[in-house]
C-alpha cells in the first residue's frame, strides 16, 4: 500500500510538473525574403549579389538524406543526429533560431528580422556524420561518432 502512495504521489508530480512547464517555442516569425546560400553551385542558381540594407530576410538549409527500398540510406536514419548546418557571418558562427528534425532531416533557421548593412561574407557549412562508413558513404573518419564538413559555400552580398 505503501509503495503504491509513493508512485501514486511520484506520478502526479510528474505531471503537475509537464502541465506546469511552458510550451515548447514555436519557430519565429519569418519575414522578408529568403536568401539561398548554395548559389554558384550547379542547379542552385541565382545568386544574389546586392540585397537592401537593412531589409528583412532568412536563411534556412540543412541536409535531408535519400531513403527508400533502392537506397543504401535506410539505415542512416538513426544518424540524422550526426548532421548539421552551421552559418557564419563574416567569419562569425550565428546560432540558430529554430533546428527542425524530421525522418532522415534536419534544417537550421536563421532569421535576420532588422536585416545586415555593407559587404557581408555569408558562409554555410554542411556537415555528415562518419557513422556512415557502414554504409559506403564517408571513408577515412577516424570514429563513428565524428562529424566533417561535406560541403561549404560562401555568399558575399553588398548590403546598400
Do not use: Q
Amino acid at each position: 500500500m505503501r509503495r503504491a502512495l509513493v508512485l501514486l504521489v511520484a506520478v502526479a508530480a510528474l505531471i503537475g510538473a509537464l502541465l506546469a512547464a511552458p510550451a515548447a517555442a514555436g519557430p519565429p516569425e519569418i519575414t522578408g525574403e529568403r536568401i539561398f546560400l548554395l548559389c554558384g553551385i550547379e542547379g542552385f542558381d541565382p545568386c544574389i549579389e546586392e540585397f537592401p540594407a537593412g531589409e528583412a530576410f532568412w536563411i534556412i538549409h540543412g541536409v535531408r538524406l535519400p531513403t527508400g527500398p533502392d537506397t543504401k540510406m535506410k539505415r542512416a536514419v538513426p544518424a540524422v543526429g550526426h548532421f548539421d548546418f552551421k552559418l557564419y557571418v563574416d567569419g562569425a558562427e550565428v546560432a540558430k533560431d529554430w533546428t527542425f528534425h524530421g525522418g532522415a532531416a534536419v534544417f537550421g533557421l536563421y532569421v535576420f528580422p532588422e536585416g545586415m548593412t555593407g559587404e557581408v561574407t555569408l558562409t554555410g557549412e554542411w556537415y555528415f556524420s562518419c557513422a556512415l562508413d557502414e554504409i559506403g558513404v564517408v571513408e577515412g573518419c577516424e570514429k563513428p561518432a565524428d562529424t566533417y564538413p561535406a560541403l561549404s559555400n560562401d555568399l558575399t552580398i553588398l548590403f546598400n
